[in-house]
C-alpha cells in the first residue's frame, strides 16, 4: 500500500483542493480498495462522498483489484495472517470479558472493550457480499475491475489521458509517476490534497527517478528487497547508498525505464498539442 514516508516528506508541496470551487469538471478514477481498507469504520460516509462528486458532475471510474501478481502472494498472505492473529487476540480477549468482566472496574472494561474493538477492525476484510453492497451503492458510476493490481489500471489509464485524476491513498501511485492525484483524508470532514508529481520535482530540484531510487532503499514492495535492512525515505533521499541485491534492482531498473518513458510520450504530446 506504498512506501512509508513518502507522504509525509513531501506533504508540505501538497496543494489543498475545494472540489465545489473547480471550474472544469473532472473523470477520477477512484483506486477502491485503498479508500476502502483505510476508511472501513467510515464506509457510509465514504460512499455518500464518492456519490456527492459524481453528483457534482464529475465522471468517476471505481478501478478494483484483481488477481495479485505472483511477486506479491506472499505479501498478502503476511496481511491474512496479521488479520487472523488480530481476530484471535479479539476472541480470546471477549472471552475473557465474558468470563471475569463482573470483577473488573469501570476503566478496565472500557480498556478491553476499546481493545476489542480495535482488533476487530484490523482484523477485518471486504467480503464479496459487502463488495457488492458498496457496488450497488455506486450503481450510478463505471466499475472496472484490474487483470492484476488497481494501480497497474489506473497508471495506465492516466498515463492514456483517459482520466485527469486517481483519487486514492496510496503512495505507490505517486512514486510510479502518476501525473495527477488526490490524497482523500478525513479531517473532522473530507479534504483533498492534489499532488502533482511534475511540479514538486520542479520545486525540489529532483527528478522522479531520484524518488523512485529512495523508495526502493526504504523497501518499496514493488522491488521487494528480501533480506535487506530498509532505511526511512527521507534518508534514503540523500542518496548514496549501496545496491545488495541485484535480483531487486533490475526490478525497479524496468519500473524507471517504463515510467521514463509514459512520461516522455507525455511531454512529446504536449509539444504537439502546442504547435
Not at 89 to 115: C, F, R, V
Not at 181 to 200: A, D, S
Request: hydrophobic fraction near 40%.
Amino acid at each position: 500500500m506504498g512506501v512509508r514516508g513518502v507522504w509525509t516528506y513531501f506533504r508540505s508541496l501538497f496543494k489543498h483542493i475545494d472540489v465545489d470551487q473547480l471550474n472544469k469538471k473532472k473523470t477520477i478514477g477512484v483506486d477502491m480498495l485503498s479508500l476502502i481498507y483505510t476508511y472501513r469504520t467510515l464506509l457510509d460516509d465514504l460512499i455518500i462522498y464518492i456519490n456527492q462528486l459524481h453528483s457534482a458532475g464529475h465522471t468517476i471510474i471505481c478501478v478494483w483489484d484483481g488477481v495479485a501478481p505472483t511477486e506479491k502472494q506472499a505479501i498478502l498472505k503476511h496481511r491474512k495472517s496479521e488479520r487472523d492473529v488480530s481476530l484471535e487476540k479479539k476472541d480470546t480477549l471477549k472471552a475473557y470479558l465474558e468470563e471475569y468482566g463482573n470483577q473488573l472496574n469501570e476503566q478496565d472494561l472500557k480498556s478491553l472493550s476499546t481493545a476489542i474493538t480495535s482488533l476487530g477492525w484490523q482484523g477485518w476484510h471486504l467480503s464479496y457480499k459487502k463488495k457488492k453492497e458498496i457496488q450497488e451503492s455506486l450503481k450510478s458510476m463505471e466499475h472496472t475491475v484490474a487483470e492484476g493490481e488497481a494501480d497497474d489500471l489506473l497508471l495506465s489509464m492516466s498515463f492514456a489521458g483517459k482520466i485527469d485524476i486517481i483519487l486514492t491513498l496510496d503512495s505507490d501511485l505517486f512514486v510510479m509517476g502518476a501525473p495527477c492525484i488526490w490524497r482523500l483524508l478525513r479531517i473532522k470532514t473530507w479534504v483533498i490534497e492534489e499532488i502533482e508529481i511534475e511540479q514538486i520535482c520542479k520545486f525540489c530540484g529532483i527528478s522522479l527517478g531520484d524518488i523512485q531510487d529512495a523508495a526502493y532503499f526504504a523497501g518499496w514492495d514493488r522491488c521487494h528487497i528480501s533480506g535487506s535492512v530498509y532505511m526511512p525515505f527521507n534518508k534514503a533521499m540523500m542518496g548514496n547508498h549501496q545496491v545488495v541485491d541485484q535480483e531487486s534492482y533490475a526490478r525497479l531498473l524496468t519500473i524507471k525505464a517504463n515510467t521514463h518513458a509514459e512520461w516522455k510520450a507525455i511531454i512529446k504530446q504536449r509539444k504537439m498539442t502546442i504547435e
